[in-house]
């Protein structure tokens, strides 16, 4: 599927990204509805609060970036995501594997509208956020791989 996304052009890969973003979105917003996003940095020791609508506010300023030449609010919601980022990778944070992706995805879409176009491992940023929405949708049960395979152009 690498060669697949890679191979589309740039708008397209985003619009698949952004779309499987948005269905993989309800994890999220359950998660966040009955859940207490807080972590404690073990480095300092001080308790951080997850905004439970950083990830709808996030899609909705990666749709207002596609017709807009300014960047400023993906930069912003860039650094909002830095801390809790760095509070996964260093095991302050967990998330269970569904809302784990669907977090990832949206700050890997993210990260790649606002010009990152490679992950930190060198991998198609839009590529990534696509393969773990889809991940996403398939742990949590939310869409068939029928489906998946039919919004990706690919029904065999």
Same mark, same amino acid.
Not at 100 to 119: H, P, Q
């Given at each position: 599927m690498k060669e697949f996304v890679e191979g589309l052009p740039t708008k397209k890969q985003i619009d698949l990204a =952004?779309?499987? !973003?948005?269905?993989?979105?309800?994890?999220? #917003? /359950?998660? *966040?509805?009955?859940?207490d %996003?807080?972590?404690? &940095?073990? @480095?300092? +020791?001080?308790? $951080?609060?997850? &905004?439970k609508k950083i990830l709808p506010k996030t899609i909705q300023a990666i749709q207002k970036s596609l017709t807009s030449s300014d960047k400023t609010p993906l930069k912003t919601l860039?650094?909002?995501?830095? #801390?809790?980022? @760095? !509070?996964?990778q260093?095991?302050?944070?967990? =998330?269970?594997? !569904?809302? =784990?992706?669907?977090?990832y995805s949206v700050y890997n879409l993210l +990260? +790649?509208?606002a010009g990152k176009e490679t992950t930190i491992f060198g991998e198609n940023?839009?590529? @990534?956020? %696509?393969?773990?929405?889809?991940?996403?949708?398939?742990? *949590? /049960?939310l869409l068939p791989i029928?489906?998946?395979? $039919?919004? %990706? +152009?690919? &029904?065999a």
């Amino acid at each position: 599927m690498k060669e697949f996304v890679e191979g589309l052009p740039t708008k397209k890969q985003i619009d698949l990204a =952004l779309t499987f !973003a948005q269905k993989a979105l309800p994890i999220w #917003e /359950k998660y *966040a509805l009955s859940s207490d %996003l807080t972590y404690c &940095d073990t @480095v300092i +020791g001080m308790r $951080h609060t997850i &905004d439970k609508k950083i990830l709808p506010k996030t899609i909705q300023a990666i749709q207002k970036s596609l017709t807009s030449s300014d960047k400023t609010p993906l930069k912003t919601l860039l650094e909002e995501f830095s #801390e809790p980022i @760095v !509070a996964l990778q260093d095991e302050d944070w967990s =998330l269970p594997e !569904a809302v =784990l992706k669907t977090f990832y995805s949206v700050y890997n879409l993210l +990260g +790649g509208v606002a010009g990152k176009e490679t992950t930190i491992f060198g991998e198609n940023s839009f590529y @990534v956020s %696509l393969n773990q929405s889809i991940d996403a949708l398939l742990v *949590a /049960k939310l869409l068939p791989i029928q489906d998946i395979r $039919h919004i %990706l +152009g690919i &029904d065999a």
